[in-house]
Structures are given as C-alpha cells and as structure tokens.
C-alpha cells in the first residue's frame, strides 16, 4: 500500500483556497441580503408616501361629499420613515414629496380653500364649500418661515 504523503506547503494552499471560497460565498451572500434591504425599504417609503397623500385626499372627498357644517380635525406625522418631506395643495393636487427627491406623488383632490400641514390639521364644509386649516370668511394662514440651517 502506497502513502500519500501531503506537504506542509499542500496544506496551506488548500486551507487558503477553501478560505477564500467560504469567503466569497459570504460576501455575495451579504450583497444580496443588503441589496433585498435596501429594495424593500423603498418600498416601504414609497407606500407611505402614497398611504398619506390618499389620507388627505379621502379627507377631502369626504368633507366634500358630506352635509353641511361638517368638521373633523386630523393628524399628518412629522417624518415619513425618518425623512422630511414636504405636502401641500396646489390647483386642485395633493402633493407629497421626500426633500431628498426621490419619492413624490400628486393625487387630484376635489376644490378646497386652505393647504395641509404636518401636525394638526381641521377641515370642514361650510355655504358649500370645503375649508382646510381655514376659517370661513377669513384669508389663509401664510406659512410660517423656514428655520435658517445655523
């Protein structure tokens, strides 16, 4: 019977190469599992966005479509999935829009007097009209400034 007789030098260079396959595995493993991450939390931003701008528009559907002196108050959150954005009403479109700019949604809305904010919001129907942050008879709120970045 024959033996094979295995060098010390063999046994490095194998060592090393199942080293460096077991290696490669794992890094296109963690590749492809941030790259799923990464996908899914779009995805995850884009539906909110998408969720907010239909809340408003179902809030102005509603006082719209609802009987006289209608009046209901609702919360817009500060922060979609940790990102700033900004939301408003412009000729008859709720827009909804990440500062970064990579997500935006406009979605028509029925005629309205006012604009949405973050935070507290109160809409209601008065002479047939539909009134968001706005007292009837009176002018709009200007918004209020920006913070200068320090």
């Known amino acids: 019977m024959r033996q094979i007789r295995v060098s010390k030098g063999q ?7 199942i080293t460096g396959i077991v290696i490669f595995f794992f890094l296109t493993f ?3 599992i941030q790259t799923n991450t990464v996908d899914k939390n779009l995805e995850i931003v884009n539906f909110k966005v998408k969720e907010l701008a239909l809340g408003i ?3 102005i559907s509603l006082a719209t479509e609802s009987s ?5 108050d609702f919360s817009i959150q500060d922060k979609i999935s940790g990102k700033d954005y900004e939301i408003n009403i ?3 479109y709720v827009y909804v829009r990440t500062n970064d700019g990579k997500f935006a949604l406009a979605l028509p809305v029925s005629n309205v007097t006012g604009d949405v904010r973050k935070g507290d919001n109160f809409i209601m129907k008065s002479d047939g009209k539909v009134y968001l942050n706005v007292q009837p008879g009176l002018s ?3 918004p209020s400034p920006s913070p200068s970045p320090s």
Request: proline share 8%.
């Open 11 to 17: 046994s490095s260079t194998e060592f090393f190469i």
């Open 30 to 32: 963690s590749i492809i």
């Open 57 to 59: 528009q179902d809030e």
């Open 68 to 72: 006289e002196g209608y009046r209901r």
């Open 90 to 92: 412009t000729e008859g």
């Open 140 to 142: 709009p709120p200007s």
